[in-house]
C-alpha cells in the first residue's frame, strides 16, 4: 500500500513511517522542514513537503490511504489547535475527496466522544478532535478512528487495551504502540467505520483490534 502520513516529521507520525516502511509498505512523510527531508529519506520513506496551513500541492497524488497525526501541539494556543488540528485534518478530507484517496485513519484522542467532559482547559482541543471526526464520517471517506490516551516516548510492548467508543479511564500509551495500530488499521479493511479508544493493556494488538469487527 503507498501511505501517506501526515505529521511524519516526529512524534507518533514518525513512529509510523517505521512502522510501515517495517511491514513493507510505500510511505510517503509529510514535512514542512526540507531539513526534515533527510532523515526521512533515510528511514526508507518519500518526503514531500506541505503545510496544512499552507501549500498542499502534489501531497495526495497518487496514494492509496492516508493516516494523520499531526497537530498544533499544547504549547501553541486554541487559534492553532482551529487551524491545524481542526481545519488541518478538513482540508485532507477534501484533498482525499479531490485524488480519489479513499482509505483514511485519523489519529484522534481518547476523551474526544465527550469534549465537555474533560478538564476545562483541553475543552477547546476535544471540541476540535469532536468535530473532525464528524465531519470525517460525514465526507464518506474510508475511515477508521483511534483515540489513544496520553502519548509516552517508553518502549513499545505491542500489547493495549482497547474500548469503543473511548475509555472512560485516563491512561497512557507509547507512541510506537499506537503507530502500529494505526499501521494495523490501514491493513485492515473490517476496521473501515471503527472509532475507538486505545490505552496500553495486556492483549495483543491485533488480538485487540480483531475483538472489534
Ligand atoms: N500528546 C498526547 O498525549 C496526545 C494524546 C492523545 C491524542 N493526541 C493526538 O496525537 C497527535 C500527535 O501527537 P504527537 O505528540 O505524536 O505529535 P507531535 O510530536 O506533536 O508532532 C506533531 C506533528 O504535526 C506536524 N504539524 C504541526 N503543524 C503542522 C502544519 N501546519 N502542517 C503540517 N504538519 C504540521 C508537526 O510537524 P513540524 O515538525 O513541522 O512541527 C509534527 O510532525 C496530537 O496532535 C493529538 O491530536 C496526542
Known amino acids: 500500500m503507498h501511505v501517506l502520513v501526515i505529521g511524519a516529521s516526529k512524534g507518533t507520525g514518525r513512529a509510523l513511517v517505521d512502522e510501515l516502511v517495517t511491514r513493507g509498505h510505500r510511505v510517503r512523510g509529510m514535512i ?3 531539513e526534515q527531508a533527510t532523515d526521512l529519506a533515510e528511514a526508507g520513506a ?19 490511504a492516508v493516516a494523520f497525526c499531526a497537530g ?17 485534518a478538513v482540508r485532507s478530507f477534501d484533498a482525499c475527496l479531490e485524488h480519489g484517496v479513499r482509505r483514511y485513519v485519523l489519529l484522534s484522542s481518547n476523551r474526544a466522544e465527550d469534549p465537555l467532559a474533560g478538564p476545562e ?24 478512528v483511534v483515540r489513544p490516551g496520553r502519548l509516552t516516548y517508553d518502549a513499545p510492548t505491542g500489547r493495549i487495551r482497547v474500548g ?28 473501515v467505520g471503527a472509532v475507538f479508544g486505545v490505552l496500553a493493556g495486556e492483549e495483543p494488538i491485533e488480538d485487540a483490534l480483531a475483538s472489534l469487527t
Request: glycine share 10%.
Open 32 to 34: 514542512r522542514d526540507p
Open 72 to 88: 498544533s501541539g499544547s504549547a501553541t494556543g486554541a487559534d492553532a489547535t482551529l487551524r491545524v488540528d481542526l481545519h488541518g
Open 164 to 191: 469503543v467508543p473511548q475509555i472512560p479511564d485516563r491512561g497512557e500509551i507509547p507512541r510506537a504502540d499506537v503507530a502500529a495500530v494505526l499501521a494495523s488499521c490501514l491493513e485492515r479493511d473490517d476496521l
Open 121 to 144: 482547559e483541553m475543552r477547546h482541543y476535544l471540541a476540535a478532535m469532536h468535530a473532525r471526526e464528524r465531519l470525517l464520517w460525514a465526507s464518506g471517506l474510508d475511515a477508521t
Open 46 to 64: 518519500e518526503p514531500v513537503h506541505g503545510d496544512l496551513e499552507g501549500d498542499l500541492d502534489g501531497v495526495f497524488e497518487g496514494v492509496d
